[in-house]
C-alpha cells in the first residue's frame, strides 16, 4: 500500500467548488453520479470534460445500465470523453462481469456502492481500479462503516491487490481522520465537508 501518497476526491460536479478546491492544490480527483450531474447546467459530457480539465487526475462518471453489456457500451463511450475518465460501476452481479470485460479492455473502473468486504474482494478480484465502501450509509443502518474500510484494507494487503479504497459516502469531517487512520488510499467528500477541514 502507498501510504505516503494520501488522495483527496471531491465529491461532486459543481464546477465552482472543483475549481476552488483545486486551485488549493489538494484535490486529486473527482467522483460524480448521475444525480450530481443533473444538479449542473450543461450537457452530461461537457461537465466531465471540464472537470478533468480541471483537476487532471482520475474523474468517475457512472453507468446507468443494469446489464453487462450495456455498462460495458456505456463505458467506452465514457472512456473516450477525456483520459481521466474512471467508469463507476455498481456492485451487482452484471457489474462484476462488466467490471472483468473492462480490466481486460484497459479501461479503469471504480466499483461503487460496496457495503461489504467480499463485495470489495468480489470487485478486486474482477480488476476494478478503485472500489468504493459507502461508509455514511452503513453508519446510517446502525453499522460502523469504517469497519467495513479496514476489512477491506487488510484483506487486499493479505493478498496484494492494487485497487485502491476510495472511503465514500462520507458525512463529516471525522470520517476523513477515520479514513486517515485507516490508511485508506483515497476519501471521497462533498464541498461541504471540505469546507469543513
Ligand atoms: O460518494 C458516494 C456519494 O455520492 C453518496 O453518498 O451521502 O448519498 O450516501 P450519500
Known sequence: ???????????????????EAAEMGVVDGVTTNPTLISREDGE??????????I?????????????ADGMVQEAEKLAKIH??????????????????I???KGIPTNCTLVFSANQALLAAK????FVSPFIGRLDDAGHVGMDLVREVLAIYENYGFETEVIV??????????????????????????????
Open 44 to 53: 452530461f459530457e461537457d461537465i466531465v470534460r471540464e472537470i478533468c480539465e
Open 83 to 100: 483520459d481521466c475518465v474512471v467508469v463507476k460501476i455498481p456492485m451487482i452481479k452484471e457489474g462484476v462481469k462488466a467490471l472483468h
Open 55 to 67: 483537476v487532471g487526475g482520475p474523474v468517475s462518471a457512472e453507468v446507468v445500465s443494469t446489464d
Open 1 to 19: 500500500m502507498r501510504r505516503h501518497d494520501v488522495k483527496l476526491f471531491l465529491d461532486t460536479a459543481n464546477i465552482q467548488h472543483i475549481r
Open 102 to 104: 473492462l480490466k481486460e
Open 126 to 129: 474482477a480488476g476494478a481500479t
Open 168 to 197: 465514500a459516502s462520507v458525512r463529516h469531517p471525522l470520517h476523513v481522520v477515520e479514513a486517515g487512520v485507516s490508511g485508506a488510499h483515497i476519501t471521497t467528500m462533498s464541498y461541504a465537508v471540505f469546507e469543513k477541514m
